[in-house]
């Protein structure tokens, strides 16, 4: 069954060719690997948890998910949990 729900899964992500991400630039396998992982978690409804050193683009991968999800529509809201520190 899960197989199945895989599969049908697998045929509603978009390819990388139809995805909105403009801001990112890069074409190499490591990329297009990001760009694979950016059409499934979009696909899905889930919470994503992006880690990574600062400037690598997170957020630009976080806009790239919000962009190419059902919720695109929506508001994206950045939160930058540095700023939040002194609460």
Do not use: P, W
């Amino acid at each position: 069954m899960r197989a199945l729900q895989y599969r049908a899964e697998r045929r509603t992500r978009k390819s990388s060719d139809t995805l909105k991400i403009d801001a990112i630039i890069g074409n190499s396998s490591r990329m297009k690997d990001s760009y694979d992982l950016v059409s499934e978690t979009a696909s899905t409804d889930v919470n994503v948890l992006i880690t990574g050193e600062t400037g690598t683009g997170k957020e630009l991968f976080a806009k790239a998910i919000h962009d190419n999800s059902n919720r695109a529509g929506k508001n994206f809201v950045v939160v930058d949990c540095a700023a939040l520190q002194g609460l």
